[in-house]
């Protein structure tokens, strides 16, 4: 017997406490959400120094004090309140110029906590202060504050107790709010930012020096201050402009580069967003110099009209819309990629550091050899040496047969000059080359290097003469669905520009007649359907011809000076002047570095010289 039909009851408004609390299941997911919150109010106040407190990873204490313009006991009163706002002056939601702007943070986060806001605008007598327990608002009182708001929140959670079992441990809570609080730092470092757990500060942060603030200096020493010393060491600027959109920010060399995207930071007007088009865009641009497997290190500032980005899509405000993606990505892949190649062959200095740290040198004999005894030098301080070493000793010093001959070949008269990466003075182990520049030594990856180099050439080939195509011994059918079919199909033209062309076959499907010649074999229906779902994340028809570029990078692999070849003098010197003039040539196209620069000064270290 089935159960009875419940009956749906009448509507009803539900109470403002519980709106509040729907509200903040959608806007506070966790104690980072709340601080992200708080922390861009106070950046909206025109705050210099912010300052925030956690107990307990933030669940039990969130404290969040600010120098900003603070408010007046009826602004307290409104603030609390949901969708009021001072930062849409003309009731404009595509003119969105502020961090926050909804109305809804301060109500929701005090629906669920408890809940004291304590404020004193510029000129003022006294402050103000407001509380709210779980919803239930106080009116204001005098208060004790400096100019500025101090927001303390109490047993976040503790109205909605149900949220609290998702918290991990305060550790973990405590990095979520130091990752938000450093993405916000970096888009801001005239602003002064510190965050205390525990009493223990996990940030620090001093604002820049305003003398700094309209170059670029502050905003890399304020990515070096959060990404590492590493970063600001091995990054080239972007700067790009296209119609109305500014690309601004530094971008770490291929080589410098990391197992995951964690250190890829990017901003739309300001606002930290982890946005699909934006990194894939970056994927994008790196695609012809990393494995991938390894993503490289970014800090990328967009500053968009604000009638053509869409940031109300996320209630957390963490996603963006572009009204033309297009032109964001492109702009994203063009002005990296030439940023790239201005860089020229340079390689990242931890590529030497790390050459360094690997060497050990050599102090002595573990055990000294003995002293006295019969034999030379006895008794006169001089060390005796044992009966057969000697021969030993000069059995070891004589020229291994055909390495002088070797060497005298390879360390030609030729002078270092002001060759970048020297002239070449040895092969080792028919994989190295060893040069001599003016400030210390360069070894190079033979098969790395001559890899970077088929490999532009292959891309300037391409370039020249455009995709050729190749016609398919049998046309290919691709079943892609309904949606994939048709967002192929609109780009037809476009793809077969890039050599593929195709066409509709029935409801969900497409019919391929040819292929770009240079992929050879390749697998035509894994090529369509990566298609289909990047152009459905993407719009955009880079991909096609990003995998014509891995294909150029394979080709380059295969075809390149092997490891295990013997190479002449002129082979080698030849080899090094054709790196300094390739963009690109300091690391292969798996982002591996094709060589390693020694300084003169840092060698002269390891033997105690400095």
């Not at 500032?301 to 033309?324: G, Q, S």
């Not at 770009?516 to 390749?522: S, W």
Request: glycine fraction near 8%; hydrophobic fraction near 40%.
């Amino acid at each position: 017997m089935s159960a009875p039909r419940t009956l749906p009851r009448a509507l009803r408004r539900l109470p403002s406490t519980l709106v509040n609390r729907i509200a903040a299941g959608e806007v506070v997911e966790r104690p980072a959400s709340a601080v992200k919150e708080l922390v861009e109010n106070a950046l909206d106040a025109g705050a210099r120094r912010i300052a925030v407190t956690l107990k307990e990873g933030g669940r039990t204490f969130i404290s969040v004090v600010d120098d900003g313009v603070g408010m007046s006991p009826d602004e307290l009163r409104l603030a609390v309140e949901r969708h009021c706002t001072s930062k849409l002056p003309d009731d404009d939601l595509t003119d969105i110029r502020t961090l926050g702007f909804r109305g809804e943070a301060l109500p929701s986060i005090a629906s669920v906590s408890r809940f004291t806001i304590t404020s004193r605008p510029a000129g003022a007598d006294t402050a103000w202060s407001l509380e709210i327990d779980g919803g239930a608002k106080a009116e204001p009182r005098p208060a004790a504050h400096p100019q500025g708001t101090r927001v303390e929140v109490r047993e976040l959670f503790f109205a909605t107790p149900a949220r609290l079992k998702f918290l991990k441990e305060p550790r973990t809570e405590s990095g979520h709010v130091a990752d938000a609080m450093r993405r916000l730092a970096m888009a801001h470092p005239g602003v002064a930012f510190r965050l205390e757990s525990e009493e223990r500060a996990l940030i620090d942060l001093a604002a820049a020096s305003p003398s700094l603030l309209s170059g670029d200096a502050a905003r890399l020493e304020r990515l070096a201050a959060i990404m590492g010393r590493e970063f600001a060491d091995n990054a080239v600027a972007i700067d790009a402009n296209r119609e109305g959109f500014r690309l601004t920010g530094f971008a770490g060399l291929p080589t410098l580069n990391r197992p995951t995207s964690q250190h890829q930071y990017l901003f739309v007007n300001g606002r930290p967003v982890r946005d699909k088009l934006l990194a894939g865009a970056v994927r994008g641009a790196y695609q012809d110099f990393l494995a991938r497997d390894r993503h490289p290190m970014v800090a990328l500032f967009l500053e968009a009209p604000p009638e053509m980005v869409d940031v109300n899509v996320h209630p957390a405000k963490t996603e963006v819309r572009f009204r033309d993606a297009g032109i964001v990505r492109g702009m994203i892949v063009g002005a990296l990629r030439t940023a790239l190649s201005a860089a020229g062959h340079r390689a990242s200095t931890t590529v030497s550091d790390a050459a360094l740290g690997a060497f050990r040198p050599h102090t002595g004999f573990a055990t000294p050899l003995p002293m006295g005894g019969g034999g030379y030098g006895a008794g006169n301080g001089y060390s005796s040496v044992p009966r057969g070493l000697a021969e030993a000793a000069m059995q070891f010093m004589a020229p291994l047969d055909g390495l002088s001959a070797r060497v005298e070949e390879a360390a030609s008269n030729i002078a270092p000059g002001n060759y970048p990466l020297g002239v070449a003075r040895a092969q080792l182990h028919e994989t190295y080359i060893v040069a001599q520049t003016e400030q210390g030594v360069v070894i190079v990856d033979q098969h790395a290097a001559h890899e970077r180099l088929v490999h532009e050439r292959l891309k300037t080939q391409l370039e020249a003469e455009g995709v050729k195509r190749q016609a398919l011994l049998l046309p290919e059918v691709v079943e892609i669905g309904e949606d994939g079919a048709r967002r192929l199909t609109q780009r037809a033209a476009e793809l077969a520009d890039m050599g593929l062309v195709l066409e509709p076959f029935g409801l969900g499907a497409v019919v391929v007649r040819e292929a770009p010649a240079v992929l050879g074999e390749v697998d035509i229906q894994g090529l369509v359907r990566d298609l289909a779902d990047e152009l459905a994340e993407m719009g955009d028809h880079l991909s096609l011809k990003e995998k014509v570029e891995e294909v150029c990078g394979t080709l380059a692999c295969h075809t390149s000076v092997r490891a295990g070849r013997r190479l002449t003098v002129e082979e080698m010197n030849a080899l090094l002047r054709q790196m300094e003039a390739t963009p690109h040539s300091g690391q292969c196209n798996h982002g591996r570095p094709t060589y390693v620069e020694l300084k003169l000064a840092d060698i002269e270290r390891l033997f105690g010289r400095r």
